[in-house]
């Protein structure tokens, strides 16, 4: 059985701004570049790393969150909810209330968001959202109804390349009953986001929660990860350290490995994967799923990770034996792999594990 400290750490830190260490902002913005947001150990803004770690840049940490997969623009949630670019400036607002919201999704465009609307009075767990889609400065549409009762729905990929969104249902339950907490996926829904039809679903096991399996044996709880196009999920499971890669949305099993994935490259070819082998000791990789080439491997717990636009560059969250803030490790195409911090977590763009 692997521990539990990845899927809590994933949980609790994924979307998080937590406190880095080593990084002075310059004077002013510098030109555009793929950004990547740390907190400021000095004060109450964001860092904007370039994939090299230069600091390019800064803004205020009130209200943000969830900034594009290139970093350009980024959610700021204060007395409205509004877009804002990297220096800063408001680009538009978005209608409603995100916090009302599910847990919502740049889509691959960079320009879109995904989330999910629930009538009012109406809990995330219901069954009773609906898949949404808006742009800064945009009027928002509803695309369709989703979601099952008894999981909270969360957008885990939207790519307007493909015409599709990702959602899946995701719970914390205890395992053993009344003990450690995990992150599991219900299941996924895919949907069209032209006409709301769901598809293509797959529901997941949920053990004891639903009667299922043997009392006594560990459940075969899966979390999933999504390619930012839709066109693939990664099925990890969360006690037998297998994971499975399914296409979109024929359902296809097209490739089955060990470990488990915490994400997919923007082209959705290669995955960021954590192996346990015993005790406090992991591996981390970068593989291709295909044929399972290994790009780069090292010791240490993945945490995280982020996919650049357009490339095969993934940035990593690593973790130690002893916990604590990550290192923060981009690995390029090529598979050479450069430290561009220490003891500093990124606020992630999302998708990030979806649950409540």
Request: hydrophobic share 35%; aromatic share 6%.
């Amino acid at each position: 059985m692997r521990p539990p400290v990845l899927l809590l750490a994933l949980t609790l830190t994924a979307c998080q701004p937590q406190p880095s260490a080593q990084l002075t902002p310059p004077s002013h913005p510098t030109e555009a570049a793929d950004l990547i947001y740390v907190q400021d150990p000095n004060g109450p803004r964001m860092l904007e790393l370039d994939w090299s770690g230069k600091v390019r840049g800064s803004v205020s940490a009130q209200g943000l969150s969830s900034p594009s997969p290139d970093g350009s623009k980024f959610i700021r949630a204060t007395d409205h909810t509004s877009v804002e670019d990297s220096r800063g400036h408001e680009l538009g607002t978005l209608e409603g209330d995100l916090i009302s919201y599910g847990l919502s999704s740049w889509a691959d465009d960079g320009r879109h968001i995904c989330g999910i609307v629930f009538p009012s009075g109406n809990g995330p767990d219901t069954g009773t959202g609906s898949l949404w889609i808006g742009a800064p400065g945009e009027k928002n549409r509803i695309v369709g109804p989703i979601g099952k009762s008894g999981s909270a729905a969360a957008v885990a990929a939207c790519s307007i390349k493909n015409n599709r969104a990702i959602v899946v249902g995701g719970l914390f339950p205890h395992w053993p009953p009344q003990a450690t907490r995990y992150l599991i996926s219900t299941d996924i829904e895919v949907v069209n986001l032209t006409t709301g039809t769901i598809e293509y679903h797959h529901q997941y096991p949920l053990g004891y929660l639903a009667g299922q399996g043997t009392p006594g044996v560990a459940p075969d709880w899966v979390l999933v990860s999504a390619s930012p196009d839709g066109h693939y999920v990664a099925e990890s499971g969360v006690f037998n350290g297998t994971t499975a890669i399914r296409e979109l949305p024929s359902g296809r099993i097209v490739a089955s490995l060990h470990g488990s994935v915490h994400g997919f490259s923007w082209d959705g070819s290669r995955l960021v994967v954590s192996r346990w082998n015993g005790g406090s000791d992991y591996e981390a990789e970068l593989l291709r799923w295909a044929d399972q080439k290994v790009i780069w491997h090292r010791a240490g717990l993945a945490q995280s990770m982020l996919a650049r636009p357009d490339s095969a560059d993934v940035l990593i969250g690593i973790g130690g034996a002893e916990g604590g803030a990550p290192e923060l490790v981009v690995v390029n195409g090529a598979g050479a792999a450069t430290t561009i911090a220490r003891d500093a977590l990124v606020t992630w763009p999302c998708p990030c594990p979806a649950g409540p």
